[in-house]
């Protein structure tokens, strides 16, 4: 027992703890990407325990086939993100939306919606009724009202239902564009079955969500400050 400590301490074991302990922490990553990088490093880890502390030629070679293979799916990661072209506006919602999300996964979940013209005058959100549609808006403006009292406004780079899109809840306010809309729009189903196979997207949307809202919640504070 207490060989099996001592081993287990040792200076030499540091680099097999450090390989075992990244190869945890890759497998709790959202992001693909920061999964590939860590498990690259754990597996150069792993080559050098297997080498130079274990002598083991097995262990070393199949290290070093694990260190490949997330070396090239990394690689490919890298190139296919390099290869993806955005318009203006998708890079502006990218910036707004998906921050730190690689290009290809921030195309791919683009695709999932549609760009659309919506004229003035049309219901975006009826309160206290299910959420359809995920809206982001490009450029234009809407009205946003509670028991029929106006209490705020959005513009160019607001979403709109998106506190009820994910939680299934109702939506909390009607929205009513005021001006013609570009904007991008998302189904609800489609929308969410696409999250749920890519959960690192979840969380930055999550995250453009939240910021979104402060400057919802700054903007209608200085429109109260502005009334008074």
């Known amino acids: 027992m207490e060989s099996i400590i001592e081993s287990a301490i040792a200076p030499q074991a540091i680099t097999g703890h450090l390989s075992y302990g990244l190869l945890v922490l890759s497998m709790l990553m959202n992001s693909i990407m920061w999964l590939r990088i860590i498990a690259l490093v754990s597996g150069v880890a792993g ?72 004229p003035a005058g049309t219901v975006l959100t009826q309160q206290d009724e299910p959420v359809e549609r995920l809206t982001y808006v490009a450029e234009g403006h809407v009205d946003v009202s509670v028991n029929n009292k106006p209490v705020a406004n959005c513009g160019d780079g607001d979403f709109i239902g998106e506190l009820g899109i994910l939680s299934g809840s109702t939506a909390t306010a009607t929205t009513v564009a005021t001006t013609d809309l570009r904007a991008l729009v998302f189904d609800r189903d489609t929308l969410l079955k696409h999250l749920a196979r890519k959960p690192d997207i979840k969380l930055a949307l999550q995250a453009g969500f939240k910021n979104n809202l402060r400057l919802k919640l700054s903007k209608a504070n200085e429109r109260t400050l502005a009334g008074l």
């Not at 030629?57 to 890298?78: C, D, K, R, Y």
């Not at 190139?79 to 318009?87: D, E, G, I, L, Q």
Request: a negative charge; aromatic letters at 14%; one cysteine or more.
């Open 47 to 118: 080559m050098s325990y297997s080498g130079f502390v274990l002598h083991d030629p097995i262990g070393t070679g199949w290290e070093g086939l694990f260190v490949l293979a997330n070396l090239s799916q990394l690689l490919l990661l890298l190139w296919r993100s390099r290869t993806v072209k955005f318009t203006d506006e998708e890079y502006h919602f990218c910036q707004n939306a998906l921050v730190l999300v690689p290009p290809l996964l921030a195309r791919q979940f683009i695709d999932t919606g549609s760009w659309k013209q919506i």
